[in-house]
């Protein structure tokens, strides 16, 4: 049976660099890109797109019975420092968005339904580091118990309805397509964009913050692997850790200066930020990601420092 995958979140820092690699596997036209707003260019103009509200659900439905889809990726999302600011619109969204998908996808039979989770589930009683898929979760943002109470949504529509959600706890992601959106790690992205342009950063983590983050590529990779997946293979139903590089800022500014020396790197004090990051892991243990479905991380600190640069130089 050939898929009909639809993309809901298409102009965000995922969903810009999904589209495109699913695209290329199953062929532009079985591939629906969807946003509130207009999709990029690239997007639009390669496949099939809708504008879609996920907080509309006559709107959505109609996508649904419009589509019929195969296959959903749910990407739409407010992040953590913005989730902070707007804390119920972020519950609203980040709940209600995903209900109506999951009630949809069991409405018209959607074979898989793939939603993003987070590290921001853990919380500051969970443990630091190698944070394991199974400890204490008391998150204290509300992008991170909008996340985990999405975990348990989706455990719960897999066993009482059968429905095949699969889901990923992303650390921090970083890449060149697509601008940030709003997150606590997001000084991982911009710190490349003012090295090239104005050669020093002014980061609102501390020097000795660590964090675990992800090069894009794995991530997207990771996704789409997740989603290959036999279903009888996945033993884990509510989202599956994935472990990327934990590195801090001083790290990462040293990796970026063995290319441009001249680099300068300060720190701002008092940014509301850097409690979150605080609350979150330094590092992750994915031993079910790597065990049920083959998970391998491809990059480390040095090959993503020069694939970001390297990428960048050609688009700012």
Avoid at 170 to 192: E, Q
Wanted: glycine share 6%; hydrophobic share 40%.
């Amino acid at each position: 049976m050939s898929e009909k995958i639809l993309v809901i979140g298409a102009n965000g820092q995922i969903g810009t660099e999904l589209v495109v690699a699913l695209r290329k596997i199953h062929g532009p036209e079985s591939v629906i890109a969807s946003d509130i707003n207009d999709p990029g260019y690239a997007i639009r103009h390669s496949g099939p797109y809708e504008l879609v509200n996920v907080l509309d659900k006559d709107n959505l439905h109609h996508i649904f019975e419009k589509h019929r889809p195969t296959q959903v990726y749910l990407l739409a999302a407010i992040l953590s420092a913005v989730g902070e600011q707007k804390p119920k619109l972020a519950w609203d969204l980040n709940m209600t968005g995903l209900i109506h998908i999951l009630d949809f996808a069991v409405e018209f039979k959607t074979a898989k339904v793939f939603w993003p989770s987070s590290i921001a589930v853990f919380g500051p009683n969970s443990p630091q580091f190698h944070t394991p898929q199974y400890c204490v979760m008391d998150p204290n943002t509300v992008y991170g118990f909008s996340k985990l109470a999405g975990e348990r949504w989706c455990e719960y529509y897999f066993t009482k309805y059968g429905l095949d959600v699969r889901s990923i706890r992303y650390p921090g992601l970083i890449g060149w397509r697509a601008n940030p959106g709003g997150g606590t790690t997001d000084y991982a992205v911009h710190i490349f964009h003012e090295a090239l342009k104005t050669g020093k950063y002014t980061s609102f983590l501390s020097a000795d913050t660590a964090l675990p983050m992800m090069y894009m590529d794995d991530a997207i990779r990771a996704t789409i692997s997740l989603m290959d997946a036999p279903a009888e293979q996945l033993t884990i139903r509510s989202s599956y850790n994935l472990a990327g590089i934990s590195f801090t800022p001083t790290q990462l500014a040293e990796e970026i200066k063995k290319q441009i020396p001249d680099f300068e790197i300060s720190y701002a004090e008092n940014d509301p930020r850097q409690a979150i990051a605080d609350s979150w892991p330094k590092s992750i243990d994915d031993e079910y990601a790597q065990r049920d479905w083959g998970w391998k991380l491809e990059y480390d600190l040095a090959t993503m420092t020069n694939d970001m640069l390297t990428n960048l130089k050609t688009v700012i």
